[in-house]
């Protein structure tokens, strides 16, 4: 939502101010100055990325319109794990076997729609417990292993991002572009009337505008938030794996649960409190169940 307001506010306040100095809108409408900016400005991504980052780009700039990880997600997250944990501590970590096996027909698992949805975390969490379960590591082998398996999905997720920043730097040079092929047109009409002459350069200065605009204004915000987005995923995974490494120390479910909620940032973290209070909540229909 944050975003279509702030851009609407960037072409608002530009467009406006713009008015306010008595200028044309009309004059701004230049069909082929797009067409040169854009169309490079696609080519040049092309060029320099590979597909599948370019297809989860796309993914992405779809993402950043809907609301991002809130409190309530994250207060699932620790519901589900203290769930998962407290069946590890009561029947031993075999039992979570199944539960993996397959997810959506899991007792706990399936209660958590949203957790499912979300495959790289699922796979995450899977992973993990599937090698608690195969044995012989050490806790801080498991550690390093889970930072590899964050380490190379943060780097992929943010491929995207960096793209699309390279892209927003690309769009004043390409407006340059534009602006000196107006100038070059202009110049096999020097020899006519000055308000010809100035309706060209006014049309190839509408290239140089329009470039800087969208790197500053638009594509290079867009980049950003895109890069924000991947570290509050990054936090989710994180606190997957607090969670997983305190519970395969031996820790009791409610400290494990302490050592996920303490990594995640302060505007999402739920309080000691309010997380006793729902993983209480979530333990009673899973008790029965056990």
Not at 215 to 223: E, K, N, T
């Amino acid at each position: 939502m944050f975003v279509i307001i702030g851009t609407l506010i960037v072409i608002g306040s530009v467009l406006g101010g713009y008015v306010m100095h008595h200028g044309k809108i009309a004059l701004l409408n230049q069909p082929n100055e797009f067409l040169i900016i854009f169309g490079a400005a696609v080519g040049q991504l092309l060029i320099g990325t590979p597909l599948p980052t370019v297809m989860k780009l796309l993914k992405q700039m779809g993402e950043v319109m809907k609301p991002g990880l809130a409190k309530s997600d994250y207060a699932d997250l620790l519901a589900m794990l203290y769930q998962l944990f407290r069946l590890s501590q009561q029947t031993g970590i075999m039992a979570l076997e199944g539960h993996f096996e397959n997810p959506k027909d899991s007792s706990i698992l399936s209660r958590y729609p949203k957790f499912l949805s979300r495959h790289e975390s699922l796979d995450f969490l899977s992973d993990s417990i599937k090698v608690i379960i195969v044995g012989g590591m050490a806790p801080h082998d498991l550690d390093a292993l889970m930072d590899e398996d964050l380490y190379v999905h943060h780097h992929e997720a943010k491929a995207p991002a960096g793209a699309l920043a390279k892209t927003a730097d690309a769009f004043p040079g390409l407006g340059i572009v534009a602006a000196v092929l107006g100038v070059v047109i202009t110049m096999q009409s020097i020899d006519g009337p000055p308000s010809e002459i100035g309706e060209k350069v006014g049309a190839a200065l509408v290239g140089t505008f329009l470039g800087i605009l969208l790197s500053y204004g638009i594509f290079g915000p867009l980049a950003t938030i895109i890069e924000t987005r991947v570290d509050d995923e990054g936090n989710y995974e994180k606190c997957i794996k607090a969670g997983v490494l305190a519970t395969f120390k031996g820790l009791p479910p409610a400290i494990a649960i302490e050592f996920a909620r303490r990594v995640l940032p302060h505007q999402v973290r739920p309080s000691f409190e309010e997380t006793e209070k729902f993983c209480k909540a979530a333990g009673k229909p899973e008790a029965a169940a056990a």
